[in-house]
């Protein structure tokens, strides 16, 4: 396909969500990661000038207690030939345990949200995402190398409340942020989002970090939960979208009547228009060298782990400039 429809000439659901479905033909799975092609790992690699590496994900111990009631990793080595916890040993192995693949930094794959109850990406069923439909490993199996893009709105997000509070940001804070950094998106970018979210929970203290695990007390900067996001970042062209906010959009979602669809943009992102989202990424440094040296783009790798069937996985990820 050489051109994809504008965003006003998608179809609707009942509920009025915009979907994609069948744009890539009945049995894709990956969506607009069909955007990323080997001409745009190319381009990314064009946009390596210096070397600089900047790897994109926290530590996988950072965010504690887990959000969303997910458990939280505990890092076990052991020894080789049965020595036991502590003794001098010739070799040493580790394990995750209760290792949850969306509790760091994280993608969500397209089997994550549906656009509708057990009506997932391409009309996907539970069953379906289950058995092996919409999962990370198709994605896995093909890679991520493309150019990305970098727009840093974490001193409106200061201005405005902080990244631990709800603040909401628009398609026009986006749109803002790309024209004062000078970046051209284009058709299979990668668009990376850096609100300050990673850097501000690591400082605060637990009592803090126990209300932003709390699903019913958790708030965090994030898209707005509007149509005119999911319009700007449909025609932008991009392949996904990654920030380092915990859930890519305004926490807590909305609920209710007149809500529906876009008071929870992860229906529409991902169930919708087949948008992989990436989130708690380690946006900080990167940013801070984008606005040192005024370039905002860079070579964007991922190497999501090959788990059949998975929701999600660690990011994995690298941004090269």
């Not at 207690?65 to 003794?87: I, K, M, Q, W």
């Not at 089997?111 to 198709?138: K, L, M, P, Q, S």
């Not at 200061?158 to 749109?175: K, Q």
């Not at 900080?284 to 929701?311: K, N, Q, Y």
Request: with cysteine; proline share 5%.
């Amino acid at each position: 396909m050489t051109a994809l429809p504008r965003y006003a000439e998608l179809e609707r659901t009942a509920e009025g969500a915009p979907v994609a479905w069948g744009l890539w033909g009945d049995e894709d799975d990956i969506g607009r990661m069909h955007l990323i092609t080997p001409e745009k790992a190319v381009e990314g690699a064009r946009a390596v000038r210096k070397g600089a590496v900047f790897p994109l994900d926290i530590p996988i111990d950072l965010v504690d207690p887990a959000f969303f009631g997910r458990g939280s990793t505990r890092h076990v080595t052991e020894g080789h030939l049965g020595a036991s916890e502590g003794e001098p040993s010739l070799g040493l192995d580790d394990k995750l345990d209760d290792f949850y693949l969306q509790s760091a930094s994280q993608w969500d794959s397209l089997g994550h949200v549906g656009c509708a109850f057990d009506r997932y990406w391409n009309g996907r069923t539970t069953r379906e995402v289950r058995g092996g439909r919409n999962t990370i490993d198709h994605v896995a199996a093909r890679g991520i190398a493309t150019r990305g893009v970098l727009v840093d709105v974490a001193d409106l997000v200061t201005e405005r409340g902080g990244p631990g509070a709800s603040v909401p940001i628009t398609a026009d804070d986006l749109e803002a942020a790309r024209r004062r950094a000078g970046a051209e998106v284009r058709s299979g970018d990668i668009l990376v989002i850096h609100t300050g979210y990673v850097e501000w929970y690591a400082r605060q203290a637990r009592e803090v970090r126990e209300q932003q695990a709390d699903g019913d007390r958790i708030t965090a900067v994030g898209l707005a939960h509007e149509e005119a996001v999911a319009e700007y970042v449909w025609d932008l062209g991009v392949a996904a979208i990654a920030s380092d906010a915990p859930a890519a959009e305004v926490w807590p979602i909305e609920a209710g009547p007149g809500a529906t669809p876009f008071g929870f943009l992860h229906r529409v992102l991902i169930g919708g228009l087949g948008l992989m989202l990436g989130e708690l990424w380690n946006t900080g440094p990167l940013a801070r060298d984008c606005a040192a040296d005024g370039v905002h783009e860079f070579l964007l790798t991922s190497a999501p782990l090959h788990v059949p069937r998975g929701i999600g996985s660690p990011a994995n990820a690298l941004a090269v400039k």
